[in-house]
């Protein structure tokens, strides 16, 4: 069956450190893999995206490395603040599916405190 | 950048009535709508697909004469949660992606907490 697991329901880090989410996925080829940010009560906000011929991407703070050997894309932010607490959705737009229809994990809720 | 509104934010109703959620592409017109669910700890599900002047794709499980889905426009869908039942609670989100946009992009409207009592 497909899959999608973010393998960190919870991460808890100090300021300043770097956070590494982790998304693994099953029985799918994605043609592209998106990270976004739910805060609590809000939709997901769309951070950053990766194609499948690509290794790595950066955005400022973010960076996210996707490998379709191993089927996972990890997702860092250095040097984290307070302000970047929020739970971490990855999404995969499947290459059989529908333009835009996207497959969701669960998130890994990050904190990071002082 | 797109922004997508979604009306009301928080709606209470009491079992056996219906509820209708708005959601609107403020500054681009889009051609298909997406609509999800989502449960606490749980990731977003997308319940159908809807396409601009057609009827909407609904996925496997999700009863299509229970939530009824129009997409009169290229900037507003509605969802209608008919007859609605406590287990019918959750958060509703509806995306947009902006054809003349970049083609990936897709944007999330703030949510509508549907509560059944």
């Known amino acids: 069956s497909q899959k999608i697991e973010q393998n960190s329901e919870a991460l808890n880090i100090q300021e300043g450190k770097t956070a590494t989410l982790t998304c693994n996925y099953t029985n799918y080829s994605p043609a592209y893999l998106q990270w976004y940010r739910q805060d609590p009560g809000r939709g997901p906000v769309f951070l950053l995206l990766?194609?499948?011929?690509?290794k790595e991407k950066r955005k400022e703070r973010l960076k996210v490395t996707f490998d379709t050997t191993l089927k996972q894309s990890l997702f860092h932010i250095t040097a984290s603040q307070p302000a970047d607490s929020a739970t971490y959705l990855c999404a995969l737009a499947d290459r059989g599916s529908t333009l835009g229809r996207l497959y969701f994990g669960r998130g890994t809720q990050l904190t990071v405190w002082p | 950048g797109a922004v997508v509104s979604q009306h009301p934010s928080r709606v209470i109703c009491k079992s056996g009535t219906s509820v209708k959620i708005e959601c609107r592409s403020l500054?681009?017109?889009?051609?298909?709508m997406f609509w999800y669910r989502q449960f606490p700890k749980q990731s977003l599900m997308l319940m159908a697909t809807s396409n601009e002047g057609s009827k909407a794709t609904y996925e496997q499980g999700v009863e299509k004469d229970k939530f009824l889905i129009n997409h009169a426009s290229l900037t507003l869908s509605t969802l209608t949660v008919t007859s609605a039942h406590p287990e019918d609670s959750s958060f509703y989100i509806c995306s947009a992606r902006d054809p003349l946009g970049r083609r990936y992009e897709q944007y999330f409207g703030p949510g509508t907490r549907l509560t059944v009592t």
């Open positions: 990766i194609r499948e011929n690509e």
């Open positions: 500054d681009f017109q889009a051609t298909t």
